[in-house]
């Protein structure tokens, strides 16, 4: 069973910075693709980026493309994703996801991801 622990979400102006961390515990195995996911209130959640856990190959939603970075530290099992430039839209519950059991290319769909962490609160203010 993989345990995935996100920290580092805050209270940010428009404009600043956060850095999130996704730590990956109990894996016996590589995963395939790890995402981060957000959810803002009274909407459905949704895809934010992903890296492919192999080859290091990130995919981002357009939303976040050029402000966000995805990235990854294989020995210590952590996912990270550096906020830059956030604005007020991008106040949200962020996840990290972890799709460990099959590779479909499908990085992008909610239900392709087998661990979710609990989730981490960003709140950018204007």
């Known amino acids: 069973q993989v345990q995935l622990v996100e920290s580092g979400g805050g209270l940010v102006q428009a404009g600043g910075s956060l850095r999130l961390s996704c730590a990956a515990s109990g894996r016996t195995f590589s995963s395939f693709y790890m995402g981060w996911f957000r959810q803002a209130p009274g909407k459905e959640r949704e895809f934010v980026t992903a890296?492919?856990?192999?080859?290091?190959?990130?995919y981002y939603a357009d939303s976040v493309k050029g402000r966000f970075t995805i990235s990854r530290d294989n020995a210590k099992n952590t996912l990270y994703l550096q906020m830059n430039s956030l604005k007020p839209e991008d106040t949200a519950v962020y996840y990290c996801?972890?799709?460990?059991?099959?590779?479909?290319?499908?990085?992008?769909?909610?239900?392709?991801?087998?661990?979710w962490g609990q989730g981490t609160q960003v709140t950018v203010s204007s």
């Open positions: 996801a972890d799709i460990a059991y099959g590779d479909t290319g499908s990085y992008y769909l909610e239900a392709e991801y087998d661990y």
């Open positions: 890296i492919s856990w192999i080859t290091g190959s990130t």
